[in-house]
T-cell receptor, first 113, second 113 residues
Framework: GESVGLHLPTLSVQEGDNSIINCAYS??????FIWYKQESGKGPQFIID?????DKRQGQRVTVLLNKTVKHLSLQIAATQPGDSAVYFC????????????FGGGTRLMVKP | KAGVTQTPRYLIKTRGQQVTLSCSPI?????VSWYQQTPGQGLQFLFE???????NKGNFPGRFSGRQFSNSRSEMNVSTLELGDSALYLC????????????FGEGSRLTVL
């Protein structure tokens, strides 16, 4: 079955620095890949997705990179702010419907003021 | 527009009891999925409903069940509760624009004693 893994359980960065959160996946047949953010006491919130035919996609202060050769996904957050402190999950769909997602274990991002 | 609403937010049950959790999706969203979140297993897919029909089911025992009503509201039920069922149960609804963009509620925190 599908599996998604994360390299680091906790990432601590200084406010204003850039953050990079990594994720490895196993199913190269996935049509797209997704990043979610979960703040304390809240449900996960969609950040950005990337189609499998893309290498890079940019959003507001976030960039997702996809390396299909090594099955690696990363989320880059520019000028990290205290409000970025959360757990970040990568996720891949299990089927074409897109609602059945397999989530990675999560990386906790801590932003130091 | 109002987000996904889950009730109750917190509940405590004892082993052997059963529990029903409720979810109201975003207005207009017809797809509702449920996830279980625990520190040990992370986010795991339970099931998905669309137009009152279960469309997908995760790898959980038959004690976990759900349903969806004609107004898209959904309930999930766990019978014969076990200690390991203690978790945050998250409901998510989905529109039709972005395949992997699920809108999560804040969850129902179940503690089984």
């Amino acid at each position: 079955g599908e599996s998604v893994g994360l390299h680091l359980p906790t990432l601590s960065v200084q406010e204003g620095d850039n953050s990079i959160i990594n994720c490895a996946y196993s199913n190269s047949a996935s049509d797209y890949f997704i990043w979610y953010k979960q703040e304390s006491g809240k449900g996960p919130q969609f950040i950005i997705d990337i189609r499998s035919n893309m290498d890079k996609r940019q959003g507001q202060r976030v960039t997702v990179l996809l390396n299909k050769t090594v099955k690696h996904l990363s989320l880059q957050i520019a000028a990290t702010q205290p409000g970025d402190s959360a757990v970040y999950f990568c996720a891949v769909p299990n089927n074409n419907a897109g609602n059945m997602l397999t989530f990675g274990g999560g990386t906790r991002l801590m932003v130091k003021p | 527009k109002a987000g996904v609403t889950q009730t109750p937010r917190y509940l405590i049950k004892t082993r052997g009891q059963q529990v029903t959790l409720s979810c109201s999706p975003i207005s207009g969203h017809r797809s509702v999925s449920w996830y279980q979140q625990t520190p040990g297993q992370g986010l795991q897919f339970l099931f998905e409903y669309f137009s009152e029909t279960q469309r997908n089911k995760g790898n959980f025992p038959g004690r976990f069940s759900g349903r969806q009503f004609s107004n898209s509201r959904s309930e999930m039920n766990v019978s014969t509760l076990e200690l390991g069922d203690s978790a945050l149960y998250l409901c998510a609804s989905r529109g039709t624009e972005v395949p992997g963009e699920l809108f999560f509620g804040e969850g129902s925190r179940l503690t089984v004693l």
